[in-house]
């Protein structure tokens, strides 16, 4: 059999005929998704540059006018060559400068026909047709631009005119289009295993439909921003070879009250011709917020198209092959309505990668870069815990660019080192001078840092150490990296954690016998570790085994936004005060003995630090090695 899918005219060309046909309003074939158009700027600038083109080589006069007395005197001198006298205008060429065109505005002059005969100028009269030229000069190009801006309109569909707005303006991509696959989404294997099912659902509904199984109408894939959520469900899409309709929830909701439930409703009408598909709703918490948060009271459009969006996935049969999916970083703040089962009855939790999952993002990234031989994207990764695969992906881009700056072959690994310090620690302040004193204080804060972090035993390893200022207020930093990646904390890892946080501030006790703001970051860390070890963990021996509530936080979104609901006594509240001061207290007198006792060794860096403005953790460990020191 011959294939003819790629033979015959444009799908353009072809709605174009049809609509001028009056049979815009008859279907197309069931598999066939409506042609992808836009109006194009183009269309206008060519337009225009036509119309000009006319008007320049055929309407405009070729040469300025001359005032009629010069004329005159022209032809009075013998300068005239011939003339063509027309109803309102002569024009005529000079004999002296090679036939040099000229026109001039006839004025009512008698003797003008006598001082030609006179003087020997071949002249002869023309009747002009002022309408016509009206026409070729305006008419056809007004026409021409009508018909453009009309065609132009046709094609935009959607984007223009007032009903306009009722129609929904998700993005459809076709089957060919969505070249995604699980291949492409690294580090979410569990994610990938929930989902499975609804790829095999999208390419084989009759298995589930013979047994009588009912397939999740819809999923929500919940996770912190930049895990990759938007890219699983295209690749959900993609390995089930279905449309795809993309869009985001803030886009429903427009300034004209009840635009949002309209294109709720063309969304799933267009969803359900197009079946089997999957409509994906991005940042589902722009639409789908709780109801009655709105303190303004009255009517609420977003609640309005939030109501309708819940009457169309209950009026939606599975069984017609069309699966809603959804992406969000804050599920805690959704209508419950929403979550109910028979609606976004499966969550699917897209987490931060682990060691494994991050060295399999970064293989992904970096398949198109040039890598050193002594790159090794296990140790890259196990020095980037928390990052997600947005965060991977900048910092092996960012590497590239390094290297590229630097005129290098192939991206090495110091270029990923100061790629790592530049995502975490941000620009480096190169020009930012600062006076002796406050170098001294800077170097000795973070000696202080890494020498603590190294004498626990429960503090992750440092790897290095820099006084050059990042970001907006770091004028220095202490790396540390982690050897595994962690999901508990045990009590004698939080005091060695809450040590390595003030042994900046002991360290410039000891040495200036004064304080400074340097340490602001350290304090407001190590209270907020204190703090929850008293009022979450219940590692307090005095106030026992309760926990005191705490504001309520995003699951994945930037902490403390709701205001505290205290639901203890004052005399508690003063209970965990002492409590949490008690270990700031405990943690502040165990650190100053750890630097006394190693004061050598916080000199010796400090003094290291000072001249090469940077040192390895390596460096670090054989210092301390030669001023043995039990573990505190």
Not at 61 to 87: A, D, M, N, R
Not at 266 to 291: T, V, W
Not at 295 to 303: I, T
Not at 511 to 521: D, K, W, Y
Request: with cysteine.
């Amino acid at each position: 059999m011959t294939d003819n899918s790629n033979k015959g005219p444009p799908k353009n060309i072809i709605e174009t005929i049809r609509s001028w046909m009056g049979f815009e309003n008859m279907p197309l074939k069931k598999d066939t998704l409506p042609p992808k158009s836009g109006f194009n700027i183009w269309y206008l600038m060519i337009l225009f540059f036509f119309i000009s083109l006319i008007q320049q080589f055929f309407f405009s006069p070729k040469v300025g006018p001359i005032p009629y007395s010069q004329f005159k005197q022209y032809v009075i001198e013998g300068k005239v060559g011939t003339l063509t006298i027309g109803p309102e205008k002569i024009s005529g060429t000079l004999t002296e400068k090679q036939g040099q065109k000229f026109t001039t505005v006839r004025v009512d002059d008698p003797n003008l026909v006598k001082q030609l005969d006179e003087h020997g100028v071949s002249y002869f009269g023309r009747h002009e047709n002022k309408f016509l030229g009206f026409l070729l000069a305006w008419v056809i190009p007004f026409g021409i631009f009508f018909l453009i801006v009309r065609f132009s309109m046709k094609k935009m569909g959607t984007g223009m005119g007032v009903m306009s707005f009722s129609k929904s303006k998700a993005k459809i991509f076709a089957e060919s289009e969505t070249k995604v696959s699980f291949e492409d989404a690294a580090g979410i294997d569990d994610a990938k295993e929930e989902l499975q099912e609804v790829v095999e659902f999208l390419s084989n509904p009759g298995k589930f439909q013979k047994l009588g199984g009912r397939i999740p109408k819809g999923v929500l894939l919940v996770g912190p921003p930049g895990t990759g959520k938007t890219l699983l469900a295209k690749a959900v899409a993609g390995e089930a070879k279905v449309p795809f309709f993309s869009i985001s929830g803030s886009e429903f909701v427009e300034m004209f009250v009840g635009v949002g439930a309209a294109r709720v409703r063309d969304l799933f009408s267009q969803a359900a011709k197009q079946a089997p598909c999957i409509i994906f709703i991005d940042e589902l918490d722009a639409l789908g917020k709780a109801r009655g948060m709105n303190v303004m009271g009255g009517h609420d459009e977003r609640e309005q198209t939030l109501n309708q969006l819940l009457i169309e996935m209950d009026g939606f049969e599975t069984n017609k092959g069309v699966i809603i999916m959804s992406a969000t970083n804050r599920p805690e703040i959704l209508d419950p309505a929403l979550l109910r089962p028979g609606r976004f009855d499966r969550q699917v939790l897209v987490d931060r990668p682990d060691i494994n999952g991050r060295e399999a993002i970064l293989k992904i990234h970096s398949k198109n870069v040039l890598l050193g031989p002594e790159v090794d994207l296990r140790k890259i990764a196990g020095r980037t815990p928390g990052f997600v695969g947005a965060d991977l992906a900048n910092l092996v881009n960012e590497a590239a660019l390094l290297a590229a700056r630097k005129s290098k072959e192939t991206v090495e690994a110091t270029e990923f080192d100061e790629a790592i310090d530049r995502v975490v620690g941000g620009l480096e302040k190169k020009n930012r001078v600062m006076n002796a004193r406050e170098k001294e204080i800077v170097t000795f804060h973070e000696s202080g840092h890494a020498i603590v972090a190294e004498s626990v035993e429960h503090a992750d390893p440092v790897h290095k150490i820099s006084i050059i200022p990042r970001g907006i207020a770091a004028l220095g930093y202490t790396q540390q990296q982690p050897t595994e990646d962690r999901y508990l904390m045990t009590r004698p890892e939080l005091l060695d954690r809450l040590a390595v946080l003030l042994g900046g501030r002991v360290a410039e006790e000891l040495v200036f016998e004064e304080i400074s703001t340097g340490a602001q970051n350290d304090l407001q860390r190590a209270t907020d570790i204190a703090r929850s070890m008293v009022t979450e963990y219940g590692m307090s021996e005095r106030l026992g085994l309760v926990t005191y509530e705490r504001p309520r936080q995003s699951m994945f979104g930037p902490q403390g936004f709701a205001s505290s609901n205290q639901t203890y006594s004052e005399e508690k509240a003063a209970q965990i005060d002492e409590e949490i001061a008690r270990f700031v207290d405990e943690a502040h007198q165990r650190v100053r003995k750890i630097l006394t006792e190693r004061r050598g060794v916080l000199d010796k860096l400090a003094e290291l630090l000072a001249e090469k403005e940077s040192v390895q953790g390596e460096e670090l460990r054989t210092m301390l090695s030669d001023s043995p020191h039990e573990a505190a």
